[in-house]
């Protein structure tokens, strides 16, 4: 029996994005983020009701300020203590996990989606999904862009601005396009 879209993307193979089944799987994302980036903050708390049954792991002592966006939503997993600032976007086709009070910085931004280098087949709508894994105690500057399946060490701080194209090792600070090594903690 052939696979579906969505279980060739949780088992990171190749898929097309352009599909009902995902489609309904982001409409349903789209409502609950609108709830959560348009609710007042007081109804609100830390994070919208139907955005906090929509993500796969989140306590109740996580902050996502408002604006947020993801496409999905059940691939985020958050540790106690997160804090995602204004304007953060997790584009979670494939599983991220953020480990106890990681804290990203406003518009920060986690890619998990590849999609196909063939200009075909990118408008077939291919593409494959790499996780993201963010270790615990990790400091994520401001605007900072994480791609496809980077894993992030415990303790580790992304400098403002920077690209991670690679994996970070656990209490070291990298900064710059690409992120680059600069010190030890």
Known sequence: MAKTEREKMEAGEWYSCIDP???????RARAAIHE??????G????????????LGAAP????????????????????AGVFLN???????????????RTMLGPGVQIYCAEHHLDPVKRREGLEV?????????????GGAIVLPGVAIGDRSI??????????????TTVVGNPARYVSRQ
């Open 21 to 27: 089944e995902l489609e309904s799987l982001r409409t």
């Open 36 to 41: 959560h980036n348009t609710m007042a903050p």
């Open 43 to 54: 109804r609100r708390g830390n994070i919208g009701p139907a955005l906090a049954g929509l």
């Open 60 to 79: 109740a002592d996580v902050v996502i300020e408002t604006p947020f966006h993801c496409p999905y939503g059940f691939n985020i997993f958050l540790g």
């Open 86 to 100: 204004a304007g953060c976007i997790i584009l979670d086709t494939a599983k991220v996990r953020m480990g106890a």
């Open 129 to 141: 999904a790499r996780p993201v894994t963010i270790g615990e105690d990790v400091w994520i500057g």
């Open 158 to 171: 992304v400098g403002a601005g920077s690209v991670v194209t690679k994996d970070v090792a656990p209490e």
